[in-house]
């Protein structure tokens, strides 16, 4: 029932993203999270007497490494293809933060339910 991502070619996580933008970012800390979602039956005493379990939405995060001074940071709605084919859009950007000269920055991001995304600027 469940899609199961693995990710056994890429040490701990970690692989190169280009993003739309052209840059190329490594990660730190890549992870999926894929939610299901419930359908419940009770009797007439509300007691539950069954319970259908499907597979919801595929969501993900990482940590966003800038590989130059020059590498812009992120912006919503930007896409990437990561190495299990999987298409995914940016939907937050967190805060840059710099620690013995790297610039890191955390993303959320969403997997494409028809894994081609199209994205538009108002």
């Known amino acids: 029932m469940a899609k ?20 190329t970012y490594a990660t730190d800390d890549y992870k999926f999270d894929t939610s299901t979602k419930s359908v419940e039956r009770t009797n007439s ?16 995060s990482a940590t966003l490494q800038f590989s130059a001074a020059n590498t812009p940071i992120p912006t919503i709605g930007l896409t990437f293809t990561d190495a299990d084919s999987n298409a ?7 805060k840059t933060m710099t620690k013995a000269g790297e610039s890191k ?17 108002a």
Do not use: E, H, W
């Open 4 to 23: 199961i991502i693995n990710d056994g070619a890429v040490v701990a996580g970690s692989q190169d993203l280009t993003l739309s933008n052209g840059y």
């Open 45 to 60: 005493l509300d007691i539950l007497t069954g319970r259908k379990v499907i597979q919801g939405g595929t969501t993900g």
């Open 88 to 94: 995914c859009y940016i939907t937050q950007v967190g």
């Open 105 to 121: 920055i955390p993303i959320s991001f969403m997997v494409a339910i028809t894994n081609s995304v199209t994205v538009t600027t």
